[in-house]
């Protein structure tokens, strides 16, 4: 079983800046998608950031220019490095791991999702 696990969240003054990690478990042999959502209270959640194993990246228009999405595949981990940080960032974020099947290694590299627990991200004004 996969496990996906955030870190890095925490409390900040608007214009500060806050690096989320979010590291998966298992083969970093296998293709993958990872992204970003956050939910704020009262809120549905939303998408923040994509990267894939491929290094693909993308941003939903909030956060353009502000937060950079990187990644250590052999460490299976991702980062979201937030600059600028506005109250509106105010939510909880989650990561999402999504395993593809990987022909070359099928029999470890099954298809498959999995989120995290979430990390807290608060922005005062």
């Known amino acids: 079983q996969v496990q996906v696990v955030e870190s890095g969240g925490g409390s900040v003054q608007a214009g ?22 956050r939910q704020a209270p009262g ?9 894939d194993s491929g290094g693909i990246t993308r941003y939903a228009d ?8 990187s990644q250590d595949k052999a460490k299976l981990t991702v980062y979201l490095q937030m600059n600028s940080l506005i109250p509106e960032d105010t939510a909880m974020y989650y990561c999402k791991y999504q395993r593809r099947f990987t022909p070359r290694y099928w029999r470890t590299c099954t298809s498959l999702d999995a989120w995290g627990q979430g990390t807290l991200v608060t922005v005062s004004s």
């Not at 500060?16 to 959502?37: I, T, V």
């Not at 809120?43 to 990267?51: D, M, P, W």
């Not at 909030?62 to 999405?69: A, K, L, M, W, Y």
């Open 62 to 69: 909030s956060v353009e220019g502000r937060f950079t999405i």
């Open 43 to 51: 809120k549905e959640r939303e998408f923040v950031s994509f990267i």
């Open 16 to 37: 500060g800046s806050l690096r989320l990690s979010c590291a998966a478990s298992g083969s970093n042999q296998c293709g993958y998608d990872m992204s970003w959502y």
